[in-house]
């Protein structure tokens, strides 16, 4: 079982910066895809980052040039540097890890409030 902890969350001003950081844990395990979605009342769950095993990323086009998903392959962590926050980014995130050893499963945060004040 992997258990996934996410941090950084909270209210920042408009064109603020926030840093999310989300840490997995458990027994043995190997973490392939990680990356952060977001939702907000009434609206569809949307993919805001997702980062590869091999560093690849790939980012909701809302949040292109603003947000940077990284992650430490040796902590398995995955962090979301989020910056020019608008209040359309009010959202709460969750984060997701895929594993594909000792089976493959997506394992889910407890999911983060992020509000943007205008």
């Known amino acids: 079982q992997v258990q996934l902890v996410e941090s950084g969350g909270g209210l920042v001003q408009f064109g603020g910066s926030l840093r999310l950081s989300c840490a997995a844990s458990?027994?043995?395990?190997?973490?392939?895809?990680m990356g952060w979605y977001r939702q907000t009342p009434g609206k569809q769950r949307e993919l805001v980052a997702s980062?590869?095993?091999?560093?690849?990323?790939n980012y909701a086009d809302s949040v292109k040039g603003r947000f940077t998903v990284s992650r430490d392959n040796a902590l398995n962590t995955v962090y979301l540097e989020m910056n020019s926050l608008k209040p359309e980014d009010t959202a709460v995130y969750s984060c997701y890890a895929d594993s594909d050893w000792p089976r493959t499963n997506r394992y889910w945060g407890q999911g983060t409030q992020v509000t943007v004040s205008s």
């Open positions: 458990g027994s043995s395990f190997r973490i392939n895809a």
């Open positions: 980062i590869l095993g091999d560093a690849s990323t």
